[in-house]
């Protein structure tokens, strides 16, 4: 595990990258450092840590920032949260497991780690948790581990326990394999363990019917360093009209419902406590491995260009004090946010699928998503939506080359009434969500060589996983105030040719894994 960066290497570093600052177009947004030694990051969280200042009772917070990516794991400190001090990674290599081929970054496919978006931590006792998707290390979705590979894989999925207890000092506690590995997330206060997807291997559709994805399969966190799986008790079955497809991702909101995001839409449970059951009419107890259906569902056809629900990548539902105040659905729980990741044909430009958009959930309290069927489908009502066409000129119709297809909707952070989004080629967006109905964007940051995968506003600061330029350190100007309270759209220019011929080294650079109908981008050499 590499440690530590001199002062002094970080002021040079520093006085470097603002000697030539990134090309591109930004509006209301200000670029204060970049940290170039993680590209291919994929997500990022933070960890707080208190402790007492000498000779007082005052405790002192230190903020560490975690960042995941095919490099595998590093820490920084924030104590300077405009320019993150390097601490301690856990190396690709280091996250070898026995039969995996070296690592290799030119190779194709490429044998790194892969892929843990949407990185979850517990707070508490200062754990990362770091999914392994079966394609890591030149892994396959169609084969199983133990399987012939032709490229030497194991094909192994799960989920990497990491101890950040001394964040200079990162150590892996345990390796839990699952039969699914993408996205991991804690539930219940992080006792317990939700991972999902990817798309499911030919076995997994020849003998447990996960025709479309693999389901949630829950692992038991009581003890780090002996996690306890339970594979054969699968959740969020029958997602897509009743039939099992991908469980993207969850995400828990202030009422500890967990909502699962994937092939089909969205669906929420309650994962402890007693409630009533819609589906069967009955009050029981909720727990990690039977939870009780709450709502939700899969999304209309006039935004996702399809009848199957769409591919909702993820979702968040403003609830209580936290939820923005200019419409009272918002801390009721009456809406949902919900990303569809949908990688359209070019010259769409995300005008008929990959947006983002925001939900009723008014009508699916009675189990409809789980009584959902081909014939008979439960959708949800769409109350406003947002997606770059037509409301700035970023790319002219028609400047397409083959396979530039990098504008989509991904992850998003919420704070309030402001959502901070990532958005592929197209960066990262500030969009304000007072009205529901009208989603208006106040900033943008959009670098003419960037590919972000996620941002996230944290203490008056965004940092952005960019699969290209690493992590950005960004902050809203006071023009972004200005901005939201005109109300009126802030608009991005046309793309430039620096930016466009960037996309389509882009397309170049990344093949559509066909296991997922063109979703999930994979880099090539």
Not at 406 to 411: E, G, K, L, T
């Amino acid at each position: 595990m590499r440690r530590g960066r001199g002062v002094a290497a970080a002021a040079v570093g520093a006085a470097l990258l603002f000697a030539a600052p990134a090309l591109g177009a930004s509006k209301n947004v200000e670029l204060l450092d970049n940290l170039p030694e993680a590209t291919d990051a994929t997500a990022i969280n933070f960890l707080q840590y208190k402790s007492k200042q000498p000779g007082t009772r005052v405790p002192k917070r230190l903020d560490v920032m975690l960042v995941t990516g095919r490099f595998g794991l590093k820490s920084y400190s924030l104590e300077d949260p405009a320019h993150p001090e390097f601490l301690d990674e856990v190396t690709a290599d280091e996250l070898r497991l026995p039969g995996d081929p070296p690592v290799d970054f030119s190779s194709d496919p490429q044998s790194t780690f892969w892929q843990n978006e949407d990185m979850d931590v517990d707070q508490r006792r200062k754990l990362a948790l770091i999914s392994r998707d079966p394609r890591a290390y030149k892994g396959s979705t169609s084969r199983e581990p133990g399987d012939p590979d032709p490229n030497g894989a194991t094909n192994i999925a799960g989920v990497y326990v990491v101890s950040a207890a001394n964040p200079a000092k990162l150590k892996v506690l345990s390796f839990q394999q699952l039969p699914t590995g993408h996205t991991t997330t804690c539930v219940n206060r992080c006792r317990a363990l939700w991972t999902g997807g990817p798309a499911s291997t030919d076995q997994d559709k020849a003998e447990l019917g996960w025709t479309f994805g693999r389901p949630i399969i829950v692992t038991d966190l009581a003890n780090p360093k002996k996690p306890k799986a339970y594979p054969m008790r699968p959740v969020d079955l029958f997602r897509r009209d009743g039939v099992t497809a991908y469980s993207h991702d969850v995400q828990v909101d202030a009422m500890g419902i967990a909502w699962v995001s994937g092939d089909g839409g969205t669906r929420g449970y309650w994962t402890e406590g007693r409630h009533r059951d819609p589906v069967t009419g009955r009050v029981r107890q909720a727990t990690a491995v039977n939870p009780i259906p709450y709502a939700g569902g899969g999304l209309q056809q006039a935004i996702t260009n399809d009848e199957t629900g769409g591919f909702e990548h993820n979702a968040w539902r403003p609830v209580g004090q936290d939820a923005p105040t200019s419409d009272p659905r918002y801390a009721a729980g009456e809406l949902l946010l919900v990303t569809e990741e949908d990688f359209g044909p070019p010259q769409e430009y995300c005008s008929k699928q990959g947006m983002f958009s925001i939900n009723s959930l008014e009508g699916s309290f009675g189990g409809e998503a789980w009584k959902s069927t081909p014939e008979n489908k439960f959708r949800l009502t769409v109350v406003g939506t947002w997606n770059p066409f037509e409301k700035e000129g970023s790319r002219p119709v028609g400047d397409y080359g083959p396979g530039d297809e990098f504008c989509s909707a991904h992850y998003f952070d919420v704070d309030g009434a402001t959502v901070t989004y990532a958005w592929y080629a197209e960066g990262t967006r500030f969009l304000d969500i007072s009205d529901p109905a009208n989603p208006t964007q106040f900033a943008y940051w959009r670098p003419d060589d960037g590919n972000v995968w996620a941002s996230y506003l944290h203490n008056g600061f965004i940092y952005t996983a960019d699969q290209a330029r690493g992590v950005d350190v960004l902050r809203l100007t006071a023009g972004a105030r200005a901005a939201r309270r005109s109300g009126k759209e802030v608009v991005a220019p046309r793309s430039n040719a620096r930016h466009r011929a960037f996309v389509r080294g882009l397309a170049a650079r990344y093949k559509a894994d066909p296991a997922t109908a063109g979703l999930c981008l994979l880099p090539t050499v």
